[in-house]
C-alpha cells in the first residue's frame, strides 16, 4: 500500500519490478521506450539494423517484417541494435506547494515515484542520469553517471527531503542545466509548475532544440474547481481550515490554474516540447507508461 503523503524507500524500491516487468529486453528494438505522439523518449541516438527473428510473446507488433512474414507464412520481427546510451535528467519538485492532494497522492509522492521509475527505467537501458530535487531552502543535485551507481543517491535523497518553507524558486534549476546537459539528452521535468515563467520555458525551448525536454505537469483537481466551504488543508504536518465562499477567492485561484497551463501549453507547442498533465486521483504510472509507449491517451 503506497503512503498518500510521503514517500518511503521500500515503495519507491518496488518500483524497479514494475519498469523490469513494463520495459522490453534491452537487447531488442523494442526495448526503447516511446514518448507519446508517436516520439520515442528512451530511444538511443541511433539504431542499426541487426536481424530478422520469428515473432516472440511480447515483441512491438509495429516491428514486424511484413514482407518476411507474407514469405514464410508467420510472423517475424526486426531486431535493431542501438549504439549509444542516453543521458537521461530528472528534475523533481518536493517542495511545499507539491505538498499537497484534495484526493488520491500528495504531487509530491507522485513526483517522487515518477522520478525513480524513470531512474529504473534508465538504468535497465544502461543510460546515464542526473537529478536535481527541489526542496526546502536547497536543490539536491548530481551530475550525470551510470543509473546504476546514480540510484542510490536518488532513492536516498527522494525519502530524507523535507519541504516546509521553501526559498527555492524553479528558476534555480537553470545553472545546473547550463553547465550539466549535453545535446541528445532526455530531460523530464516533474513539478506543478507554480511559479514557472515565461523566461525558464524559454531556456527550456532553447534547449528542446537539441534535446527531448518533457514537461510532467502534476495537479488536483480542487485547483481547477474549488468547493466552496470551510475546507481543511495539510501539507502532510499541519492543517489550517480556509473559507473559500469568497467569489474573489474562487476566480484568483482559477485564474492561478488557467494562466499556469496555458503558460505551459503555449510554450510545448511553440518548442515541439511533451507534455503530460496528471491528476493526484488518477492512475498517473499506468498514464505514464502509456504516454511513453507513444500511444494517445
Given at each position: 500500500m503506497v503512503n498518500p503523503v510521503q514517500l518511503e524507500l521500500t515503495d519507491l524500491i518496488s518500483l524497479k519490478a514494475q519498469a523490469d516487468f513494463w520495459g522490453l529486453p534491452v537487447n531488442k528494438k523494442n526495448s526503447f521506450i516511446g514518448f507519446g505522439n508517436n516520439k520515442s523518449v528512451f530511444k538511443s541516438r541511433g539504431l542499426n539494423?541487426?536481424?530478422v527473428r520469428q515473432y516472440q510473446p511480447g515483441d512491438d507488433i509495429r516491428q514486424i517484417d511484413w514482407r518476411v512474414t507474407a514469405k514464410y507464412g508467420k510472423p517475424f520481427t526486426k531486431l535493431y541494435a542501438e549504439d549509444k546510451e542516453k543521458e537521461v535528467y530528472v528534475l523533481c519538485d518536493l517542495r511545499p506547494s507539491m505538498q499537497f492532494a484534495g484526493h488520491g497522492h500528495f504531487k509530491s509522492v507522485m513526483a517522487g515515484r515518477l522520478t525513480a521509475f524513470i531512474g529504473f527505467l534508465a538504468e535497465r537501458k544502461n543510460d546515464t542520469l542526473a537529478?536535481?530535487?527541489l526542496s526546502n531552502h536547497l536543490i539536491q543535485s548530481l551530475g550525470i553517471m551510470s543509473a546504476k551507481d546514480a540510484l542510490p543517491h536518488l532513492l536516498n535523497q527522494l525519502?530524507?527531503?523535507?519541504?516546509?518553507?521553501?526559498?527555492?524558486?524553479?528558476?534555480?534549476?537553470?545553472p545546473f542545466l547550463e553547465q550539466n546537459i549535453r545535446p541528445?539528452?532526455?530531460?523530464?521535468?516533474?513539478?506543478?509548475?507554480?511559479?514557472?515563467?515565461?523566461?525558464?520555458?524559454?531556456?527550456?525551448?532553447?534547449?528542446?532544440q537539441k534535446n527531448?525536454?518533457?514537461?510532467?505537469?502534476?495537479?488536483?483537481?480542487?485547483?481547477?474547481?474549488?468547493?466552496?466551504?470551510?475546507?481543511?488543508?495539510?501539507?502532510?504536518?499541519?492543517?489550517?481550515?480556509?473559507?473559500?465562499?469568497?467569489?474573489?477567492?474562487?476566480?484568483?485561484?482559477?485564474?492561478?490554474?488557467?494562466?499556469?497551463?496555458?503558460?505551459?501549453?503555449?510554450?510545448?507547442?511553440?518548442?515541439?516540447?511533451?507534455?503530460?498533465?496528471?491528476?493526484t486521483n488518477s492512475d498517473y504510472l499506468n498514464q505514464f507508461q502509456i504516454f511513453c509507449s507513444g500511444d494517445q491517451l
Amino acid at each position: 500500500m503506497v503512503n498518500p503523503v510521503q514517500l518511503e524507500l521500500t515503495d519507491l524500491i518496488s518500483l524497479k519490478a514494475q519498469a523490469d516487468f513494463w520495459g522490453l529486453p534491452v537487447n531488442k528494438k523494442n526495448s526503447f521506450i516511446g514518448f507519446g505522439n508517436n516520439k520515442s523518449v528512451f530511444k538511443s541516438r541511433g539504431l542499426n539494423f541487426q536481424e530478422v527473428r520469428q515473432y516472440q510473446p511480447g515483441d512491438d507488433i509495429r516491428q514486424i517484417d511484413w514482407r518476411v512474414t507474407a514469405k514464410y507464412g508467420k510472423p517475424f520481427t526486426k531486431l535493431y541494435a542501438e549504439d549509444k546510451e542516453k543521458e537521461v535528467y530528472v528534475l523533481c519538485d518536493l517542495r511545499p506547494s507539491m505538498q499537497f492532494a484534495g484526493h488520491g497522492h500528495f504531487k509530491s509522492v507522485m513526483a517522487g515515484r515518477l522520478t525513480a521509475f524513470i531512474g529504473f527505467l534508465a538504468e535497465r537501458k544502461n543510460d546515464t542520469l542526473a537529478y536535481q530535487i527541489l526542496s526546502n531552502h536547497l536543490i539536491q543535485s548530481l551530475g550525470i553517471m551510470s543509473a546504476k551507481d546514480a540510484l542510490p543517491h536518488l532513492l536516498n535523497q527522494l525519502t530524507h527531503t523535507a519541504a516546509k518553507e521553501s526559498d527555492v524558486l524553479f528558476s534555480h534549476i537553470i545553472p545546473f542545466l547550463e553547465q550539466n546537459i549535453r545535446p541528445g539528452s532526455l530531460i523530464f521535468l516533474i513539478s506543478d509548475f507554480a511559479d514557472t515563467t515565461a523566461d525558464d520555458l524559454n531556456f527550456l525551448g532553447e534547449l528542446a532544440q537539441k534535446n527531448t525536454v518533457t514537461f510532467i505537469h502534476l495537479y488536483d483537481d480542487m485547483e481547477i474547481n474549488l468547493p466552496k466551504g470551510v475546507l481543511p488543508f495539510s501539507n502532510g504536518h499541519q492543517e489550517v481550515l480556509i473559507d473559500t465562499h469568497s467569489k474573489t477567492f474562487q476566480k484568483s485561484f482559477q485564474d492561478s490554474w488557467i494562466h499556469r497551463t496555458n503558460l505551459l501549453r503555449k510554450a510545448v507547442q511553440k518548442y515541439h516540447m511533451g507534455y503530460l498533465s496528471l491528476s493526484t486521483n488518477s492512475d498517473y504510472l499506468n498514464q505514464f507508461q502509456i504516454f511513453c509507449s507513444g500511444d494517445q491517451l
